[in-house]
């Protein structure tokens, strides 16, 4: 299944879990479960967004976008972050209203079995969703997952407090309840935005794939052949790698060339989705550039 027809589903449970959530709120007058149905309100959007985002990213390069359109997967995720923040200050608002004038609840029961069903759902959404992002290396698809798996433990949090209340009859805990809720979302938005920033910024590999990168450059390491200025970054799903190999400088264009392409080939075959750019340089050529680089 591709990465949009997953955002495509999250969409559909987004609503599915909003008409749970508020019908467990109009039943109880819940604080904390009206925090929760907010923050399904957030991911139905952060859905809809992500799913136009992705379907940007898989646009074919053009004239203006020559490297294509991979990024846009980035402002998917800061969006996204940028409605948990909203989110999670439109909960606080309504916690400190009812901190400040508790109210009795009702119909907790029916409340909390709502709340439960729509958990399950997210819960299943999310643990499946995240697993292509990983196998994609989709970062809206990623962001959209971590968005729901922090609305499961979110409601997993409001259905123990709210069993607290019943139980103890303290009805400030539903407030309180509530603001550590939207603590818990502000945490993960942080995050989300952080990650879109670091991807539109080029941040380099994880440190793993690089480690895969320097294998197989090792593989083609030789005495008079060596590797310099590896550099590498993340545009959405696609990965990249710049390098120098330095050869012997009476080799012809053939061998060189064909050298080259054994070692792209072997790049991309061992890390899914890399491209790989390689310069040829004599081994006495050295290019200098503002930074040491990076030699094998």
């Known amino acids: 299944m591709q990465v949009s027809s997953y955002l495509k589903i999250s969409v559909a449970v987004a609503v599915a879990t909003i008409a749970l959530k508020t019908g467990a709120w109009w039943l109880t007058g819940s604080v904390s479960l009206l925090s929760d149905a907010l923050e399904s309100l957030v991911n139905l959007a952060g859905a809809i967004f992500a799913l136009a985002m992705v379907t940007w990213a898989q646009q074919p390069p053009d004239a203006d976008h020559p490297y294509g359109h991979h990024k846009a997967e980035y402002f998917s995720s800061g969006f996204e972050g940028v409605l948990i923040f909203v989110a999670a200050l439109a909960i606080v608002w309504?916690?400190?209203?009812?901190?400040?004038?508790?109210?009795?609840?009702?119909?907790?029961?029916?409340?909390?079995?709502?709340?439960?069903?729509?958990?399950?759902?997210?819960?299943?959404?999310?643990?499946?969703?995240?697993?292509?992002?990983?196998?994609?290396?989709?970062?809206?698809?990623?962001?959209?997952?971590?968005?729901?798996?922090?609305?499961?433990?979110?409601?997993?949090g409001v259905v123990g407090g709210l069993l607290a209340v019943l139980a103890t009859g303290w009805r400030w805990l539903d407030p309180v309840i509530a603001i550590a809720v939207a603590l818990n979302i502000l945490r993960e938005g942080a995050s989300l935005v952080r990650r879109s920033v670091d991807g539109l910024m080029d941040r380099a590999l994880d440190p793993a794939v690089q480690a895969q990168i320097r294998q197989v450059l090792a593989q083609f390491a030789h005495p008079t052949i060596r590797f310099d200025h590896v550099v590498t970054r993340r545009a959405g799903q696609r990965l990249y790698v710049d390098l120098h190999m330095h050869l012997p400088a009476d080799w012809t264009l053939r061998r060189a060339a064909a050298l080259r392409s054994a070692v792209e080939q072997a790049l991309m075959g061992a890390v899914p989705g890399l491209r790989a750019t390689i310069q040829l340089l004599p081994t006495d050529v050295e290019a200098h550039f503002d930074d040491p680089g990076n030699p094998l």
Request: without cysteine; proline residues 3%.
């Open 94 to 156: 309504a916690a400190v209203q009812r901190l400040l004038a508790p109210q009795p609840l009702e119909s907790l029961g029916w409340g909390l079995a709502l709340s439960v069903a729509s958990t399950v759902l997210n819960g299943l959404l999310a643990w499946s969703m995240m697993r292509k992002a990983r196998e994609a290396h989709s970062i809206a698809l990623e962001g959209d997952a971590r968005h729901l798996l922090t609305d499961v433990w979110t409601s997993v």
